[in-house]
């Protein structure tokens, strides 16, 4: 059969307004891509340690809920809760919990991993003392004080794509504002224009202080290996120059001028967009 076929489930998953990630388990877990519906898993072979750890850990319902994990698909176990949509012995169901793509947190604590993965996913199960949607489990400390309670008056998702992430925020109270995206370095974020820490939160998320009232975050992927391989890119353009007026036909330097300046008008755009991330 064919594993990308547009088929009812698909149809059902895409006419989906809600702003959340499906869970596919063992029924095309790489059809995601494809299909343009935003699963958890992703659609490659390789996972982020963290993430990994966290999907391998027994009883670590909780990961669903911090990865905005709103739609399940599976087979249709007549013991379960109805699914909100069926198409034969494949079912859609909601999740147990409450999800958001994005809240800010009021209650933080700095925490190691494997005291994080104890509150989140305790060993046997038992009742946790984490609170989704208020707590935060930061790996390290952040510049700015915590009050332990607050009002989020707004935390909406503005924008959500491969390379930029942007958030509006309005709190009563400084706080973590905790986005529901895998931790992984690379990402820079700015809140009204002003650099801020991206800190490691509940074990596999990110985390952004903002400070009290109305804020835009925006975080972006601006990795240093873009920056090293735009300066690759103007050193072999500058040998490439100096190759040329060495020696060689007029025609020929004419000829390669062009190329090089083709060349070097592709590389000045690539380093324009390496050093502006906003």
């Known amino acids: 059969p064919n594993i990308f076929a547009r088929t009812p489930v698909v149809e059902f998953l895409q006419s989906q307004k809600r702003n959340a990630r499906v869970e596919l388990g063992d029924l095309t877990p790489n059809a995601g891509l494809v299909l343009r519906v935003p699963t958890v898993r992703g659609a490659g072979p390789l996972a982020i340690r963290h993430f990994a750890q966290a999907m391998d ?19 249709v176990d007549k013991e379960t809760a109805k699914p909100l949509f069926r198409d034969g012995n494949i079912g859609v169901y909601g999740p147990a919990y409450g999800i958001a793509p994005a809240y800010v947190a ?18 046997p199960p038992a009742t946790s003392t984490f609170a989704y949607g208020r707590d935060a489990l930061l790996a390290n400390p952040v510049a700015q004080e915590a009050t332990g309670r607050g009002f989020t008056r707004r935390a909406r998702l503005g924008s959500l794509d491969s390379t930029r992430i942007a958030v509006e925020v309005d709190t009563t109270a400084p706080g973590v504002l905790v986005v529901s995206e895998v931790f992984y370095p690379g990402w820079r974020a700015f809140v009204d224009g002003r650099e801020v820490e991206i800190v490691r939160t509940n074990y596999l998320l990110r985390g952004v202080p903002v400070p009290t009232g109305a804020h835009h975050v925006q975080i972006v992927y601006d990795p240093t290996s873009v920056k090293a391989g735009a300066m690759v890119s103007i050193l072999s353009l ?14 020929r330097r004419a000829l390669t001028w062009s190329g090089v300046i083709a060349v070097g008008a592709l590389a000045a755009f690539a380093v324009w967009r390496a050093l502006t991330p906003m």
Do not use: H
Request: glycine share 10%; charged share 20%.
């Open 57 to 75: 850990r027994p009883y670590f319902w909780r990961a669903w809920q911090l990865l905005n994990t709103g739609y399940f698909v599976s087979y």
């Open 106 to 123: 009021y209650r933080a604590q700095v925490v190691g991993d494997e005291e994080a993965l104890g509150i989140l996913a305790p060993q």
């Open 238 to 251: 500058a040998l490439a120059v100096t190759l040329v007026l060495r020696g060689g036909s007029r025609r």
